[in-house]
């Protein structure tokens, strides 16, 4: 009843044998709601399989193949047939979440809380279930035997009255049966149809579960098992308030679980994540209520997409930073926001004291926005405008729509851990740096009367052979498996502390019940991660390999040509010095880097394009696009922090800088310091100038720092001895550029630009003594060196103001050659 028998036959000539074995194998793998693992020494069953799922798109891998997994991942995305070849007796932990299906747990739910509120109405789902399946096979039997009875009979069948009397009590017990079956479908359809009753619940339960197993996209050890969070799931149910109303009863169970959720995963998360799993929760429920939208969802995770300048500028040039202004521009692209920009530059002065607020969130938008937003579009002016305020937006949306006590974790508790554990389950702690939870262990155990049998093992330098003989290596994801089948005593606990690391295995970290061990962080802390949202994917929007395939055309676009050397190589040859052979560095730099996007970028489109199977890398590049971030690889070059599309521009700027430099072979009046990759070697080039010129060694030269009062434009002519630097900016101070010193900065101000820089070689003992604040000036806002670079470029002396130098040390004051946007 699986099958037509023309089905069967196209099998066949697909490959499958004829036989019944073989046909019910068939009948297994095409209708069963499990992944099939089939034995196949002969491959027939792989044959058959690659004729069945050949117009499909079927992808074979073997999982000795390296990045087997992302073929798998994208496979299982595009909703294309896999067949996974040769693997071996123990699967990779890595498969289990494409081989739990879903609609199994589902299944599991639904018959919980259907269980739980209505037992009759799930026993009789259980004898249908039994009863249907014995009466479709008694049914075949008695077709079976009325086809035997008349195939057998010799001569007229009217003239044996046996035969007669056995067909007709055949014939009546099969439409007695057949009745009976008719009957039994029909009632399970009823009995279906009043189970659907409780399946919003089972769908709010789906949600949270799959939220959780995505949790590992932050930390490799969050891990939750299936059946943990069913055995959640039911006690919730059993645990939550009864009500007379269907509807006020599904409520009360979808309340209580959703907070049993919050509390069981915040106890195994890190503070810092904490914020970000609540987040999700709410933000799931309300796209599955259909009350988010899509675009403006993506917006606020990932920002505009990457586009080039629309020519527009910054009417609030005075006190908006461009950043900002791009993310409205970026903004104006959604149908809500698209008179955003016209709002800013009617209302400059309301909008300018909106954004000096303390907390600019609880003040109402200006223009009447306020009126016309509701939360999520207020989130996305806010972080478009103050994105410092962002973490304080999420607090306050998630206690409105889930309430405060989903932004208060719970303090942790070690006693209700103890007594909701067993003894075949393992206790972890995870551990961040500087925490350690024995204390708290061994007053448990003193509280519990069980400090006597306590035994604590340090796996540390010198216990190797104790470690051995307990099994605490690799034997112990095999011992914790085996705990359940051994039955250990009741009061026996396996307690386990652990730093976070990607290898510690995953099955230990599913069959335990985790707990996180930190010192108590402040509110800043607890926000360092809040942009590590995983892409939330809305129904019916586009995959993420289309998105990113869309926006490849922008990125090159905005990707400039190589730089033609052939020029700047003939006139170093006729008139070589230390300058020309930097900007020939520089420019080979840089070509090199443009050769490595613009391959990165073609192996993108082709792997998205099933040209090739992705790399590591490209599938990081792949990453780092969706996400609007640079892909390390184009990072090698030079150091930046920025956003991609403000990368590209920045990419822009520095390679017209070379460019028109070699252009005219003529040194510019001022140069851009960020914009050389190896800025230290072109300070480096204006000493040797100066000291060929001079005919002095250059050991003899240090740097004398006059900041202009002049603007950019005042300066037609380049200086005769040294280099005008511009483009850097002031952290932690402001510039008074009348008295040319150091001051406080501004309210709101978090960079001040500084006028353009006279780098001046002279000579040591020509140098002016003078009280001064000798400033670091580092690549970017993050103060710390990488591989094959210092933190800091050089330090420029800049004058203290009414203050002490001391005072600009302890304010932390630094100069940036770049900034985040």
């Known amino acids: 009843f699986l099958s037509k028998s023309a089905l069967v036959r196209d099998w066949n000539v697909q490959g499958l044998l004829s036989d019944v074995f073989s046909t019910e194998n068939g009948l297994i793998i095409t209708h069963g709601n499990r992944w099939p693992l089939i034995v196949d020494p002969q491959g027939q069953a792989v044959e058959w399989i690659q004729h069945l799922e050949k117009e499909k798109g079927l992808k074979v891998i073997v999982n000795q193949t390296p990045d087997y997994l992302q073929v798998l991942e994208k496979a299982v995305q595009a909703g294309k047939p896999v067949l996974l070849q040769n693997v071996q007796e123990n699967l990779d932990p890595s498969l289990n979440p494409f081989l739990n299906k879903p609609m ?41 035997q009325i086809l035997s009875l008349l195939n057998e009979a010799s001569g007229s069948l009217l003239e044996d009255p046996q035969v007669i009397n056995t067909l007709h009590s055949c014939r009546a017990a099969a439409k007695q049966v057949s009745e009976q079956l008719e009957g039994s479908k029909r009632s399970i359809l009823q009995v279906d149809s009043a189970r659907e009753a409780y399946r919003p619940c089972v769908r709010r339960a789906s949600i949270f579960f799959f939220i959780m197993t995505s949790m590992t996209l932050i930390d490799p050890m969050y891990q939750f098992s299936l059946d943990a969070y069913i055995s959640l799931f039911a006690r919730s149910v059993e645990s939550s308030k009864g009500d007379s109303s269907l509807e006020a009863r599904i409520s009360n169970i979808n309340d209580d679980h959703t907070y049993a959720v919050y509390r069981y995963t915040c106890r195994a998360l890190f503070e810092a994540h904490k914020l970000v799993f609540t987040f999700q929760m709410c933000t799931r429920l309300l796209t599955e209520a259909g009350e988010l939208h899509a675009d403006e969802f993506s917006f606020f995770l990932r920002g505009g997409n990457v586009e080039k300048r629309d020519g527009t500028h910054n009417p609030c040039v005075n006190w908006l930073p461009d950043s900002s202004w791009d993310n409205i521009t970026a903004l104006t692209n959604l149908q809500k926001f698209k008179d955003m920009g016209t709002s800013l530059e009617q209302n400059p002065e309301d909008w300018k004291s909106w954004l000096t607020q303390a907390e600019p969130e609880k003040t109402p938008l200006p223009g009447g926005w306020s009126i016309t937003c509701d939360d999520l579009q207020k989130m996305l002016i806010v972080r478009s405008l103050r994105p410092d305020r962002v973490a304080s937006c999420i607090t306050s949306f998630v206690v409105k729509h889930l309430g405060p006590r989903f932004v208060e974790p719970p303090v942790l508790n070690m006693k209700a851990v103890l007594e909701e554990s067993s003894s075949w389950t393992p206790l972890i702690f995870v551990l961040s740096p500087g925490a350690d939870p024995t204390d708290a262990l061994l007053q448990l155990a003193e509280a519990s009367g069980m400090s006597r049998h306590l035994h604590t093992l340090y796996l540390g330098q010198g216990q190797a052979l104790v470690a051995k003989r307990m ?74 390999e289309d998105r990113v395939l869309a926006l490849l055309g922008d990125v090159r676009a905005q990707i400039p040509a190589q730089m033609n050397t052939d020029r700047i190589r003939s006139f170093i040859q006729e008139n070589p010095s230390p300058l020309d052979l930097v900007l020939l560095q520089e420019m080979l730099t840089y070509n090199r880097l443009l050769e490595t996007v613009s391959s990165t970028l073609v ?39 920025k956003p991609l599309a403000a990368w590209t521009q920045d990419l822009h700027q520095r390679v017209d800088q070379l460019s028109r430099w070699a252009e005219t072979t003529t040194p510019p009046v001022s140069f851009w310091l960020s914009g050389f990759s190896r800025p230290n070697g072109f300070l480096t080039a204006v000493l040797q100038t100066t000291a060929r010129q001079n005919e002095i060694s250059m050991d003899t030269l240090s740097w004398e720092f006059i900041v202009s009062t002049l603007d950019d434009i005042s300066l037609v002519d380049p200086p005769k001895v040294g280099v005008y630097i511009r483009g850097l900016y002031l952290e932690g101070a402001g510039w008074d550029v009348s008295n040319s010193c150091l001051v406080e900065a501004e309210p709101m101000q978090m960079f001040c630009p500084i006028p353009t820089i006279h780098f001046r ?34 330090s420029i002396e800049l004058k203290s103001g009414a203050v002490t130098p001391d005072h600009w040390i302890r304010r932390g004051t630094a100069l940036l050659m770049s900034l985040e946007n």
């Not at 976070?500 to 985790?514: D, N, R, T, Y």
């Not at 707990?515 to 926000?527: I, R």
């Not at 992705?614 to 990453?623: A, D, G």
């Not at 009280?771 to 990488?786: D, E, K, T």
Request: net charge positive; glycine share 6%.
């Open 104 to 144: 199994t747990g589902k299944a599991r739910l639904l018959g919980i809380v259907v269980r739980n509120e209505q037992p009759g109405l799930e026993e009789q789902k259980d004898n249908l279930a039994f009863n249907i399946p014995n009466d479709t096979k008694r049914l075949q039997d008695l077709n079976d």
């Open 603 to 641: 192996e993108l489109e082709r792997g998205i394009r099933d040209l090739v199977v992705m790399s590591p890398t490209t599938e990081e590049t792949l990453n780092c696009i969706y996400h609007a971030r640079v892909p390390p690889l184009w990072q090698e070059a030079y150091p930046s922090l």
């Open 761 to 794: 070689p002279v000579e040591n003992h020509k140098k002016k003594s003078r009280s001064v604040y000798l400033c670091p000036c580092y690549y970017y806002p993050v103060r710390a060196g990488r591989a094959g670079r210092e933190a800091s470029v050089v």
């Open 471 to 544: 099994l605490w290596t690799s034997e112990l994801d095999m011992l914790i498996q085996q705990l359940r089948v051994q039955k250990p005593h009741p009061h026996f606990r396996l307690w386990l502390s652990t730093s976070p690391h990607p290898e510690f295995p995953v099955g230990i970290l599913q069959a335990g019940i985790k707990m996180t061990v930190e010192p108590p962080q402040g509110l800043k802390a607890s926000m360092k991660h809040l942009y590590q949202l995983p892409a939330a994917a809305a129904e019916g929007a586009d995959s993420r």
